[in-house]
């Protein structure tokens, strides 16, 4: 188990560029979730994936945002013409669901990918 | 939809002493609930969760939780903190009714001085 893993780990970028953030999860979890925190809030949660089926997308937070599981492995999320209102945490979770594993409904978080918009 | 409050957004004690953190949850029906902690540089991770059963929960490190159905509280205990205690604490519910996507407090960050 090598864990959820997020890349890059900080990205700086100016106003008006795209971004794109990946997340590699843990092997045999077949849900995959993005999730942003920002400072003194917990991680609001934008978007989910099951195998390679996006199920909920209605709060990712513009139509500046998206995300892709093409195989159902790893995801990326894109923010395109980045504000300095995106800067904030993105976080990456896996979990397994009606699985073999028991279900916990628990989640395990990369550690994040930092955005700062200039 | 489902919502969380913690209503402890800066805890600060000195080692040894009790902890307790307060979660409410607006949700009807079924839930599932947990707490997570995030250490200085680390991701989040359990702490430990309630599903069905013993509403009283042990997790790890010596915490444990009481789920209250009545007044839609999961509140964290800890009978005597330790400096490595000091980290920020999310209380989360899911709905099975809500395909099992977590809504997460807004935190608590707690710091305990040696």
């Known amino acids: 188990d090598t864990g959820v893993s997020q890349n890059p780990r900080h990205k700086i970028t100016k106003r008006g560029q795209n971004v794109t953030f990946r997340c590699d999860p843990i092997?045999?979890?077949?849900?995959l979730y993005w999730y942003r925190q920002t400072l003194g809030q917990g991680p609001e949660f934008l978007t989910y994936f099951q195998n390679e089926a996006q199920l909920e997308k209605s709060r990712l937070l513009s139509d500046r945002f998206s995300a892709e599981r093409p195989k159902g492995s790893f995801s990326t999320l894109e923010i395109q013409r980045t504000e300095q209102g995106d800067s904030a945490m993105y976080l990456c979770a896996s979990s397994s669901y009606g699985l073999a594993i028991a279900n916990t409904g628990e989640l395990f978080f990369g550690e994040g990918s930092r955005l700062t918009v200039l | 939809a489902q919502s969380v409050s913690q209503h402890n957004h800066h805890v600060i004690l000195s080692e040894a002493a009790s902890l307790e953190l307060g979660c409410n949850y607006s949700y009807g029906g079924t839930v599932n609930l947990f707490w997570y902690v995030q250490y200085p540089g680390q991701h989040l991770q359990l702490l430990l969760k309630y599903f069905s059963g013993d509403p009283l929960v042990k997790g790890i490190k010596g915490f444990e939780a009481e789920f209250i159905k009545s007044k839609f509280s999961f509140n964290l205990r800890k009978p005597s903190v330790q400096w490595s205690d000091t980290a920020e604490y999310f209380c989360a519910v899911n709905a099975p009714g809500g395909s099992y996507i977590p809504t997460f407090g807004r935190g608590t960050s707690l710091i305990v001085h040696p």
């Open positions: 092997s045999e979890h077949n849900r």
